[in-house]
């Protein structure tokens, strides 16, 4: 649950990215969007704000996969708005938390959306939920495509906002992206020594990295074999995919 300190403390660190005014939409792309599937009532974690107006948009990245966001506009403002695109955690969806931030920021004056990633809800991209490091940070710099072209938008005042795994997919686009004038990665933990040496280190060995990677490829030749890819749901070596709890149990 978001304090309300904590939404403030990230509206101040966005907060030359200013406040808004409503004007009407007129988007173009000439790029290859497909159709998505895309629930149009309320089907969020969370109580939807009487602040704000809510509705669907879908925007294409680079690698030509479509992508669903919820976009949240504050009620009665007035100039042009300041915007944030909001995503993460790692493996989770735009009706959970990034949602929820998103909505928090549109109730203090900002423009934003909460997208789902590429391979992940409602956004497109085959295999389905999966992560890859240059296609997430690319859908960040979407994201921006799109604001910086809303006409509700100074495109000025853009900033960004990864929660999780996807704080630092957000350090990763604004490193490249000029565009973004404001980053804040919320949470965010190191995915690559995750990955190399397990969740809190509990894998940082040799041989316990060699181990991982001979499960994981000879996982390979047996989903080859069967002609399809299993999701792991319990495992030793915890990596990029799995998290173990204080529990022992493993989730995907």
């Not at 001979?214 to 792991?232: I, K, M, P, W």
């Amino acid at each position: 649950k978001l304090s309300f300190m904590k939404i403030g403390i990230i509206a101040a660190a966005l907060a030359f990215v200013g406040l808004s005014a409503v004007a009407q939409t007129n988007q173009k792309t000439n790029m290859d969007m497909k159709k998505l599937e895309l629930v149009q009532e309320w089907d969020k974690t969370f109580p939807k704000s009487d602040k704000v107006e809510h509705s669907k948009v879908v925007f294409v990245n680079r690698f030509g996969v479509t992508l669903a966001a919820d976009m949240y506009v504050p009620k009665e403002v007035v100039g042009k708005l300041s915007a944030v695109a909001v995503s993460g955690p790692f493996g989770a969806v735009k009706e959970q938390s990034s949602g929820l931030y998103a909505q928090a920021l549109a109730e203090r004056g900002f423009l934003t959306i909460a997208f789902d990633p590429s391979f992940t809800g409602e956004s497109g991209g085959v295999p389905r939920n999966v992560a890859s490091p240059d296609i997430n940070t690319e859908d960040f710099s979407a994201a921006v495509d799109f604001l910086a072209n809303e006409d509700r938008v100074d495109p000025e005042r853009i900033g960004i906002l990864g929660i999780c795994g996807w704080g630092g997919f957000a350090i990763n686009a604004a490193a490249n992206d000029t565009r973004i004038k404001v980053t804040v990665a919320s949470t965010m933990y190191d995915i690559s020594r995750c990955t190399a040496n397990g969740y809190f280190d509990q894998a940082d060995n040799a041989d316990a990295r060699y181990e991982m990677r001979r499960r994981l490829n000879a996982q390979r030749t047996e989903d080859y074999r069967n002609g399809s890819y299993v999701r792991e749901s319990r495992c030793t070596s915890s990596h990029s995919l799995y998290w173990q709890d204080a529990d022992h149990e493993v989730s995907p």
